[in-house]
């Protein structure tokens, strides 16, 4: 007799067991004491020209590379992020910028303890930047999509790591180039306290997932042109590397723990390798291009040396897989669409009263009792197909507002306040 597998993902591939208890003591150093829950929040933002509304590359004039080196000194000056010798990421505490492929800004903000303490730190932020911005000619948008210039238009920011990317996504599956260059997201992170708690909060996450993405959707463009799909950034991940996006596999077997995940994550290759914190590789005297190269094949047992990973080495490998639920020392929603700083906060109170408030988790936990991937990936593509008509689980979307406390939801704000009138549909 056969026992029926966990996941059927990556059936001859074999981590290397070193790699696998890297992880395992990864996850189990991410753990919070109960009732000490926080945040993370990141919201990224696409920059467009206030003249025609096309994106702003790093590279020209008065472009992002400008805007960081002008932001420069109201962040710590041990932390500043370069890389070929760029400026690409800035940090103090409670707040970290970097960029997103095409230039996008994002601002991670947390620990929070309070998800109104979203509006004050992210204030200060806005403070600093917008004179700058306003001197340079351009702002920052929060659409899910670039409202005006298409993916061929925007270059790559000077990471090598982007540079690898590109060359793997734009050869597999679809939209790879689309997300790298011209999306942005809002994603929230929440802690956990032990390996059946987090998993918990995943599997509801997931289910619930798309659905605060239909009611939070903010994209109303793409390519230019009027965005045809209800959730375009679950169209875009869903279909860009199967193997790395969508639902964990495996997640919804009850036999599921961090060791299954943990020997996905190992199993798939890497899409790209990053080299550069790797002792073995550096003394080596292995050139920039061979520390950052695509993987095409190669797993992380086959680039990385036989022993236990760094933390660096393991935050890449992780790195590497957009599910739409991630497991790192935390857990990292990734489902909804660049959202105005009120709508984020708004975000982040109903994570806040799904998770942390026991009634509505036990609620929750309850009704997705026995939910299967299948489930999720039909109430996925049920909302696709019918949008507003849709019946995710079964349910209309009035019978998700009142279960899940969609009350208040500001979907007046626009995600760009040049274009007040401007919504997704």
Known sequence: MVTPRISYAHL???????????????????????????????????????????????????????????????????????????????????????????GQVETSIGILHKPEDLLQTYATFR???????????????????????????????????????????????????????CSASTQVSIDFVDEKDSIDKMRVGTAIGPILAWFFRNTPYFEGRLNPYPLLRQRMWDYLDFQRTNVIPGLYDQRFSWEDYAIDVLSTPLMFADLTHTPEAVEAGLSRKELHHAAFRENAGEVYPDR????????????????????????????????????????TEIINSL???????????????????????EAKANIQAHGRDSNPYGQPLDFWREFLGLEGLL???????????VFQG
């Open 411 to 421: 979907e007046d704000i626009p995600g760009d306040p040049k274009h007040p009138e």
């Open 12 to 102: 001859l591939a074999k981590p290397n067991p070193k790699h696998v208890e890297s992880l395992l003591k990864f996850f189990e150093a991410g753990r919070s004491e109960r009732g000490t829950g926080g945040f993370g929040v990141e919201i990224e933002h696409l920059p467009v020209h206030n003249s025609d509304d096309t994106a702003v590359s790093y590279y020209e004039p008065n472009g992002i590379e400008a805007l960081l080196e002008r932001i420069a000194p109201y962040y710590d000056h041990d932390k500043e992020y370069w890389e070929n010798d760029h400026l690409v990421g800035l940090s103090r505490p409670g707040i970290a910028v970097s960029l997103e492929p095409g």
């Open 127 to 181: 403070r600093e930047v917008d004179p700058v911005l306003d001197e340079l000619g351009f702002r920052l948008v929060n659409y899910g999509y670039q409202p005006k210039s298409s993916f061929a238009d925007v270059p790559v920011n000077p990471k090598d790591r982007y540079d690898a990317m590109t060359d793997y996504l734009g050869r597999v599956g679809q939209f790879g180039p689309c997300m790298m260059r």
């Open 308 to 347: 236990e990973l760094n933390a660096y080495e393991i935050n890449h490998i992780i790195s590497t897989h957009f599910n739409d639920v991630r497991l790192k020392n935390f857990i990292e929603f990734r489902h909804w669409d660049s959202l105005p700083i009120e709508r984020a906060e708004r975000l």
């Open 355 to 377: 998770y942390y408030v026991p009634s509505n988790r036990i609620r929750l936990e309850s009704y997705f009792d026995g939910l299967t991937e299948e489930d999720v990936f």
